[in-house]
């Protein structure tokens, strides 16, 4: 009898730990390699938001750098120096009023130079405020506005132009800090590395993982995710603790684990059970908070609609497409006069005009339409299965909703171009055609001052 017993107590403990072998190679090694997984893109999507955060203020620094340097009259005040007609002194005496005027409607500016011939013409700076380089030595670009990250500030260097001919420039000094302190929640930490500075990382580090087209890097006890910053040679690099950003999908899975092994002793059935509901609750609410993500990162966050990177991946998948499903028309959309609004009234009179034209052409398109902000003051829309009459029949009817006042807001006049798509490979030459036909119409109000459409 004792050794009938032996061997039956032998053959449960064997059973069990089958059993327990057998749950955590179908079980735990699958949930934990899927949670693992889903951890790194919701690391990777919630990273791209907040690119995404950094690549708006810079692109709203470099319309306001740029709407400071092409006021024309403290513009034209250069030129009558270059001809002679007034001293340094009188240059500067005219352009310090008006130059400190236009520096104090830019958001997030800590301070404004003009240079001309290497001499300091106008300046406009918060109390305290200290350049991270001097204005003078900032390299900069005869084609294009400079960029450069320096420590806490985001300088730009902006050319002052007239005919083609470079009078001077300016050079405006942004603030960084409260935006990277804003960005560093959830255990994330965001910082920005010069060249050197990122060759060390590369250096130092090795990759931790791929997931899709990212390469993650790890460096330490820290996972980066190191991605260039758009118009400058510094990187911003993302990262958080590997301990910390596993620590759920870890103890989820050892807990799982050890009431796996606790409970196959009284009964494996339920037990299974139990662990499997529980992985499908987790996989579930993970899946859900990736969707959340995916959906910020294709939203923009000022007026709520489809993101530029949104109709880059809408025209990805179906440039894979033999043809189209439904004839597409594409609508390029300017807001008339947006850049004197920005100039006279500031970026934030421009951020409520974009909402309130965006609030206009949402509720104005048909379920399936897409509107998406392509860039600065211009809207795309994309209409599925709509002829020609039909949507000029639809900018009509959003033009003259625009261009009437209603409660709480000014008439807004727009111009816009309309091309439609039959072809996949057809929608960058249609894209390229609605939007030189939009710039004809902007053309043909300035010169017959009355809206107009092609």
């Known amino acids: 009898m004792e050794i009938f017993i032996r061997k039956v107590r032998g053959m449960i403990a064997l059973f069990i730990l089958l059993m327990s072998a057998l749950m955590f190679f179908t079980v735990y090694l699958p949930i934990h390699r899927e949670m693992t ?19 708006a203020h810079i692109q709203r620094a470099k319309e306001g750098a740029a709407s400071i340097s092409s006021r024309t009259v403290i513009r034209r005040k250069i030129l009558e120096y270059k001809g002679g007609t007034v001293d340094m002194e009188e240059l500067r005496t005219y352009t310090a009023g008006p130059y400190a005027e236009g520096a104090k409607a830019l958001e997030h500016l800590q301070g404004a130079y003009r240079i001309v011939e290497a001499e300091l013409v106008a300046s406009h700076a918060r109390e305290g405020f200290t350049p991270n380089r001097d204005p003078n030595t900032l390299p900069f670009s005869l084609s294009s506005l400079t960029v450069v990250l320096e420590g806490d500030q985001l300088i730009v260097v902006s050319l002052i132009q007239e005919g083609g001919k470079v009078l001077g420039r300016d050079v405006l000094y942004f ?47 820290r996972l980066l995710h190191v991605t260039p910053v758009p118009d400058t040679d510094e990187y911003l690099v993302l990262s958080i603790l590997k301990g910390e950003l596993f620590l759920r999908a870890n103890a989820i899975s050892f807990v799982n684990m050890a009431g796996v092994a606790l409970l196959l002793v009284a009964s494996f059935v339920f037990i299974n059970f139990v662990i499997l509901r529980q992985a499908v609750k987790i996989l579930l609410k993970s899946e859900k908070s990736k969707d959340l993500y995916k959906e ?39 807001i008339d006069g947006f850049k004197v609004v920005n100039d006279t009234q500031g970026h934030l009179a421009g951020d409520r005009l974009l909402k309130e034209v965006a609030d206009v052409l949402v509720p104005s398109l048909r379920e399936g339409d897409l509107v998406i902000r392509y860039g600065g003051d211009e809207f795309l829309l994309i209409l599925h299965n709509c002829s020609g009459r039909n949507s000029h029949t639809i900018l009509e009817r959003i033009s003259n909703r625009l261009e009437g006042a209603e409660e709480g807001r000014a008439p807004v ?18 894209l390229r055609a609605a939007d030189e036909k939009m710039y004809a119409v902007k053309k043909s109000k300035k010169r017959k001052g009355r809206a107009s459409h092609v």
């Open 296 to 334: 910020r990162a294709h939203k923009d966050a000022l007026t709520g609609v489809h993101t530029r990177r949104f109709f880059e991946r809408w025209t990805e998948k179906q440039m894979r497409k033999e043809t189209l499903e439904e004839a597409v028309t594409l609508v390029m959309i300017d």
């Open 37 to 55: 997984n889903t951890t790194l893109e919701n690391f990777i999507l919630l990273s791209r938001q907040k690119e995404g955060q950094v690549a």
């Open 413 to 430: 006049s727009i111009s816009y171009g309309i091309q439609e798509v039959r072809q996949p490979k057809d929608i960058h030459h249609a």
């Open 175 to 221: 603030d960084m800090r409260d935006l990277l302190d804003g960005l560093n929640a959830g255990g994330i930490q965001v910082e920005v590395l010069e060249w050197n500075g990122f060759k060390q990382l590369v250096a130092s580090g090795r990759e931790y993982a791929t997931v899709g087209d990212v390469v993650l890097r790890e460096d330490g006890e």
